[in-house]
């Protein structure tokens, strides 16, 4: 049973905003990676293959009633990373270009998963300006501007948020470190430090349309509606035809699908639609941006197929009357 309320404990938190105090309690925070597991027979340090384990020859699950709570946790945390991984290599593995922004990035998880996939699929070849932008306020709850105390002041108010991300003081240099030793594009990784509404400034947006930026992959993990929508005023006119757009919280947050619906909604007036492509296990979700292009109709005729459908439904209800005269017949022959 309390392994059980443990479990759940994990999904309450992350739909709360809270899942960076359940890492920092597996000691999963930064470079450190997965701690190791108490069990003797599953062990996930080093053990690449732990995961497969537990599951049986012809791909069910084994009994996992003798695991204990460390293994539990292991295995929902790996799962949840590695959905999140296949996503970064999802994106990358058709990429076509423009800048990766990452928008909550604290520890720096996702953020070097897609270094990684870019650095997989050669993706430096064929996109060698790409830059690789992790917006978060990594640690630091100050800010100079009113309004941006006004909107944390009413964040906090409702239910704590970013004072739980703050317990640990300002993080910067220990996140430049993290890039430093994943080792990929250092150079080209941008960490801006700040609350959104400070660092996505217009002059930064003008900036970058001048210079005819766009986002290849707008990569969204900001936990709240509030700031998810920040996040999509911003980005609404740099996304472009075949950017990525994933929502960590798609499948979970209310709020966040509606505000998804709206931009998506609003990106017609740019002639562009939304596609999904995936899931991130129960609670993210990457689609991607089309141009609405007009094309030539299909020329199909399906005036034939129409008329041999209706005879087949005409063949098909007379055949039934037939069986249901000869059952009433029979009936009543005794
Ligand atoms: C779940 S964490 C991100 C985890 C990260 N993507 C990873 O897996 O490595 C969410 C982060 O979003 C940041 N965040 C949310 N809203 C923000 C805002 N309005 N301004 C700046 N940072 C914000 C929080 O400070 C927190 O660090």
Redesign the pocket.
Known sequence: MRKQIRNTAVGVLKRAGL??MVKSLMGLNGAAGLNGSSAAKINFRGDHHCFDRYFKHHGTMKSTAALSDQDRMDACLFYQYREKSECALTAASSYYGGDYM?F????????RNFLSAYDIFRLDEQYPDTRFYA???FGKMETANAETQAFVDKMESSLPY?SK?TLRGDLLPEHLEYVKQHGLYESRCHLVQG??HDTLSKDFKERMLQEGRCIGFAFL???RPE?YK?VFEWIYDLMGVNSYIYLDEYLQVPGVHEYFEEFTEKLKARDLSVTYIRNAAGFGALFRIWGNEIQEPLEIDTTAAAALACTRREEKQSELKRKLALREERRRAG
């Open positions: 899942a960076p990452e909550g990035a604290l520890d720096l998880n996702t953020f917006f978060d306020i970013f991300f609350y959104f993990d900001c936990n700031n920040i």
